[in-house]
């Protein structure tokens, strides 16, 4: 009897120190894909208004540019990384929320992400299609005006009319369960707030405006990584 329920206090034991560690490992495996997708987004982001006009009524003489080209080209590599980063992102907060998920809330702020990332993935594609095109029309010369256009502004509606405006409703999302369930301090919650506004109302604004989510991102992160550590730090 004695060996039993030494055997039963042990599993219990282990259980609690297995379910400890998941508890431990979920921020920091969140800050890293959180980090990993913030760096990547920026980096594609800063490529494409470095290496793009950013009207999109002038002339396509840039795709002539090589370097410009293959500006682009890396920027559209990085953005399937960053999304399979954010994707991640996600699944590791809703293990970190638990149990204290509000399903109205949840819902949203999944829908949002998935939708978030099937903007990004297919202005990337439609870009990249542009790009191919252009490629294949360098020995006739530059695809057409019309083309053009109609390639630069299908992606600049799905980035930044869409795809950011998903970004703005995860983000407020985000920043509603926060608050409900403390994961994250007031400072953060009210920069989320602050992103989520600027998202939906001055995107079109700047095009720089649209770097205000994965910075935002990458602040989460880091938080949830010192508070790993800070969890860490706690149990020795």
Excluded: C, K
Aim: charged letters at 10%.
């Amino acid at each position: 009897m004695r060996q039993a329920g030494d055997r039963q206090g042990a599993a219990v034991s282990t259980g609690q120190l297995s379910a400890e560690a998941t508890a431990l490992r979920t921020p920091r495996a969140a800050a890293v894909a959180g980090i990993a997708f913030s760096v990547l987004l920026i980096t594609a982001l800063v490529l494409i208004q470095l290496s793009v006009p950013g009207n999109p009524a002038v002339p396509g003489a840039w795709l002539a540019h090589s370097g410009r080209r293959t500006a682009v080209i890396v920027a559209l590599n990085l953005v399937p990384f960053a999304g399979i980063a954010f994707l991640w992102f996600i699944g590791v907060i809703r293990d970190r929320i638990g149990d204290r998920e509000d399903r109205f809330f949840a819902t949203v702020f999944l829908g949002s992400g998935l939708l978030f990332v099937a903007m990004l993935f297919v202005a990337a594609a439609v870009a990249g299609g542009l790009l191919a095109g252009a490629s294949a029309a360098r020995r006739s010369g530059l695809p057409g005006a019309d083309t053009l256009l109609l390639g630069r502004h299908v992606t600049a509606l799905l980035l930044n009319v869409y795809a950011m405006r998903m970004a703005a409703v995860f983000s407020l999302s985000t920043v509603t369960i926060a608050r409900r369930t403390r994961i994250l301090p007031r400072w953060l919650v009210v920069a989320g707030v602050v992103t989520a506004l600027v998202l939906l109302i001055g995107v079109g604004f700047s095009p720089w405006v649209e770097l205000l989510f994965p910075a935002w991102i990458l602040l989460l992160s880091v938080d949830f990584l010192f508070a790993g550590r800070r969890a860490l730090a706690g149990t020795t």
